[in-house]
């Protein structure tokens, strides 16, 4: 982004994609008039109806199906067949709020002393959601399909580098009927945000991204006491036990670190194995890593990918170097290339390198060799992070017994750490607060109005 201008870039082959104007102040300022003045019928409308939109939506969605996954891979290089199961997730998103939305919204009587008394879920207003690119259409649609749902509308500001997939989220709500002011996308840059977030028509703001941004968002916020969800960043840790079945969940196991180039905030980024199983895991974890598949992303065989942008390669870089020159041992991988970082496994890893302790964005996986099951959770518990735990055990009835001990937003035994829209998503920690996904998702930016009545 320069002065007033954002211009896309293909990260695999470094060519130029796009060039967008931002919008200016008045441009803003009109977008936000127009979203304040839609919110005042749409919040009239019956769930019903906002319901029936939505399956226009998922029409369109499924219409555009291939062009909108090419341009995903093409703004940020991710595989195209992952692009594709993106679109399909928001599909199944949608089906699930249609379904489920007038449930979640319906009145909820409680019983005291009144002649009636009860819960009235009502819309806030107009919703800011900050997002990041890593999935570009997926972070949208769970902010943006829940919001409106419960009748608020909605404003977007989505990282620079994926602005094509930003205007084409913008053009499916308005192709798919909803008014124009539901939901719009702003070109803007982060004082211009900041200078919203303090605007009265903004009722709450919704970030999903860094732990940097997320603390900038939160202070503006806070400063205008308005309501924020944070999604930020995580280092999950994926415990293997002495009796973990390897063969049934080692391709989960790659994935959890690997899909998306690595460049997940939920992913397995600290790989904590007990010594029995160590070389057993290695061995079958390294030849799965060494089966991938990097290619032009636009490549449907393709299972690996450069990440979004040169300077994402080179914090991976920092933090692997620093690792190595802390004691970590190269096992595998470690060449790079402009936005291409080749999968790698490193092993002697210790609590004060960075790929221990911070947030590694990008195909690199920590493997840390512990002598018992209880060491093995002491260190998986050594985060600064909250958004989530996998153990693979056999023995999954005495893993529960771990629940309480897990700080995290999500504790996924025998499967990997993902996000459904069926349950709750969220972190602890520095990786947020704030739920998304399911009722608790919906219910984030509603008013929870109560209402007591004497006759
Ligand atoms: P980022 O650099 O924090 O950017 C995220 C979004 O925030 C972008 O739209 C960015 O705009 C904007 N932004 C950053 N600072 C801002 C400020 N001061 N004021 C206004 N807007 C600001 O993160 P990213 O690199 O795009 O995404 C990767 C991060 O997101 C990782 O840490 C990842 O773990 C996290 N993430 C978390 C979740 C979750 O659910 N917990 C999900 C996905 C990703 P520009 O692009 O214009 O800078």
Wanted: hydrophobic residues 35%; aromatic residues 8%; charged residues 25%.
């Amino acid at each position: 982004m320069n002065n007033n201008k954002i211009t896309t870039t293909n990260p695999y082959n470094g060519e130029t994609l796009e060039s967008y104007t931002l919008h200016s102040k008045e441009e803003l300022k009109e977008k936000l008039n127009l979203a304040n003045e839609e919110f005042k019928s749409w919040k009239t409308t019956e769930i019903s109806d906002r319901v029936e939109l939505l399956s226009n939506l998922a029409d369109e969605l499924e219409n555009d199906k291939t062009s909108l996954s090419l341009l995903m891979t093409k703004e940020m290089g991710k595989p195209i067949s992952e692009s594709i199961a993106e679109i399909e997730k928001c599909i199944f998103l949608i089906d699930f709020y249609a379904q489920n939305a007038e449930d979640f919204l319906a009145d909820s009587i409680i019983k005291t002393d009144a002649h009636e008394s009860f819960i009235s879920y009502d819309p806030l207003g107009c919703i800011l959601a900050v997002m990041p690119w890593n999935y570009p259409f997926w972070q949208v649609f769970r902010f943006a399909i829940p919001t409106l749902t419960a009748g608020n509308v909605g404003l977007l500001k989505h990282a620079s580098n994926v602005t094509g997939c930003a205007l084409a989220i913008e053009e499916l709500f308005i192709k798919a009927g909803f008014p124009k002011g539901c939901f719009q996308t702003l070109l803007a840059k982060h004082e211009d945000i900041e200078e919203l977030i303090g605007n009265d028509i903004i009722k709450a703001v919704s970030l999903t991204g860094s732990e940097k941004a997320g603390k900038s968002i939160a202070e503006t916020a806070g400063k205008h006491l308005k309501k924020c969800v944070l999604e930020l960043g995580g280092n999950n840790a994926c415990i293997i036990l002495k009796d973990a079945d390897l063969d049934k969940h080692i391709d989960t196991i790659v994935k959890a670190r690997m899909q998306n180039s690595g460049q997940s905030c939920i992913a397995a980024k600290r790989f904590v194995v007990v010594e029995e199983i160590y070389d057993e895991f290695l061995e079958k974890f390294t030849e799965k890593v060494e089966n991938l598949k990097y290619n032009n992303p636009e490549n449907t065989e393709t299972t690996i990918s450069c990440l979004a942008r040169p300077d994402l390669a080179d914090t991976l870089e920092d933090q692997v170097k620093k690792s190595i020159d802390l004691g970590a041992k190269v096992h595998y991988g470690n060449s790079r290339s402009n936005a291409y970082y080749e999968p790698t496994i490193l092993t002697n890893i210790t609590r004060e390198m960075p790929v221990f302790r911070e947030e590694t964005f990008g195909p690199i996986a920590a493997i840390i060799k512990v002598s018992n099951e209880e060491e093995a959770y002491q260190i998986a518990l050594d985060s600064r992070f909250g958004l989530g735990s996998m153990v693979f055990t056999e023995d999954y009835e005495k893993a529960t017994e771990r629940i309480l001990d897990i700080e995290d937003g999500a504790f996924f035994i025998n499967e990997m750490v993902k996000s459904d829209p069926r349950l709750p998503f969220g972190g602890t920690k520095a990786s947020g607060y704030g739920r998304e996904l399911s009722k608790e998702g919906i219910l984030e930016f509603v008013n929870t109005k109560t209402i007591y009545i004497n006759k």
